[in-house]
């Protein structure tokens, strides 16, 4: 088949389609709204630049909810799939953080698979996100300062693991800062089968938990491995990653 | 607002042939039609550097596949559409479009997007290159394999199609 032959079939292969509607409305709504966000954003930013602490990072937990689109209304927070943490970080209040976790929430929103829904930052929570035990699920970011070389390897056949847990599957790829990550579905308490997904940033341990850390949700929806390391591999949010690893004013300590 | 003409001005006239580009690339309609709007929306956010491009269109053929390779929303697109029944038991000579779509869709991402540009858009090597991010011999290689790909998958039938 040369060339030729190819162009003048995908020719006549998109010749039947019909024209989509008109976009250009949409987009100029959708972008004029972006932009002033954006300049908003970047107000806010410039406003808390001056107060950055330089204090030492500690274990930090943040979490937008994931909403499943059928979802009824969210259920109260069932104690045995509710975060933890009581503490709201210090940075809590800051609009700058508001917006970073919207900005995050968005990003998180385009890396995941459509099936998750609607992910929102925990507004009403300032610290942490409860989730309900009917199709709601935080999403939780955990990042350790104590160096570490590499993320928690993939167990090998007849060598000791690094994981704790009963580990059900597990993948290991390079993401595009040249830095390993790997993820895991690993059997918790209860049979429940909990994925998670780590790196190394800057030294500090990341970890991204889909959809609880150290608990066991009644219900865990479906991601592949290879899913949770496109989310860390995702442009927007390793950007994101990065930007909120520097705030510790963003973080509990 | 003078920008907000100027795009919407290239916009409407190159929408449509940005959908077609974009259905070669995603498979279905719905997911073009994403992935239409989601680069012309890039293309707004930056407008005030955009339009000091040299050439407007290939500014616009390179954040679509860009936005298309770069996208977890491309990746679940395809996964719905490989998912598709009748996507996937497309008979080969019975039609044309889902024969060639099934196709390329056994493509990885990239070597699509080369076909789409190379072939369809008629970008040059290097054109192509400069679209991905990739050197002119990484393009040469991927769309040498894609050919080979293609002619393997649509085998006898290319013929058929070709001639009908």
């Known amino acids: 088949m040369s060339g030729t032959e190819l162009r003048e079939l995908l020719d006549r292969a998109v010749a039947p389609v019909d024209d989509m509607p008109d976009l250009v409305p949409r987009v100029l709504a959708a972008g004029r709204s972006s932009v002033r966000r954006r300049r908003a954003v970047t107000t806010g930013l410039g406003a808390v630049a001056g107060v950055v602490a330089t204090v030492g990072v500690a274990n930090v937990v943040w979490g937008p909810v994931v909403e499943w689109p059928s979802a009824g209304p969210a259920a109260s927070p069932s104690p045995s799939s509710v975060s933890s943490s009581e503490t709201p970080p210090p940075g809590a209040d800051d609009p700058a953080f508001r917006a970073f976790k919207g900005r995050m929430a968005a990003a998180l929103e385009d890396a995941l698979p459509a099936r998750l829904g609607v992910v929102r930052s925990a507004a009403s929570a300032p610290g942490y996100t409860a989730a309900s035990a009917q199709g709601t699920f935080p999403i939780t970011f955990r990042l350790d300062p104590w160096g570490m070389a590499q993320p928690t390897r993939c167990p090998v056949e007849g060598q000791p693991s690094d994981s704790d847990a009963a580990v059900v599957s597990c993948l290991e790829q390079r993401l595009p800062n040249g830095q390993l990550a790997s993820a895991f579905h690993e059997l918790a308490s209860g049979g429940t089968v909990l994925p998670r997904v780590e790196t190394v940033i800057d030294g500090k341990w990341l970890q991204l938990y889909l959809f609880a850390y150290q608990e066991s949700p009644r219900k865990v929806p479906s991601i592949t491995d290879r899913q949770l390391i496109s989310v860390l591999a995702d442009r927007k949010v390793a950007a994101l990653v990065q930007e909120w690893s520097v705030h510790p004013e963003w973080q509990i300590g | ?164």
Not at chain 2, 45 to 67: C, E, F, I, Q
Not at chain 2, 126 to 146: I, Y
């Open chain 2, 1 to 164: 607002m003078r920008g907000d003409d100027e795009f919407s001005e290239f916009a409407t006239a190159r929408q449509q042939a940005m959908y077609r580009q974009a259905y070669l690339l995603c498979g279905n309609a719905d997911a073009a039609q994403d992935l239409v709007q989601a680069t012309l929306l890039k293309l707004y956010r930056s407008w005030p550097r955009v339009v000091k491009a040299d050439n407007l269109v290939a500014y616009g053929h390179k954040t679509m596949v860009r936005t298309y390779l770069d996208g977890q929303r491309r990746w679940r697109r395809e996964r719905a559409w490989h998912a598709r029944p009748d996507g996937a038991a497309a008979s080969p000579s019975s039609d044309l479009r889902m024969t060639l779509l099934a196709a390329l869709s056994e493509l990885p991402p990239r070597a699509r997007a080369v076909v789409v540009l190379r072939f369809w858009d008629d970008l040059s090597i290097d054109q192509t290159a400069e679209a991905l991010g990739c050197s002119a011999g990484t393009v040469k290689a991927q769309s040498s394999r894609a050919l080979a790909v293609l002619r393997e998958r649509l085998g006898a039938d290319f013929h058929v199609l070709h001639e009908n």
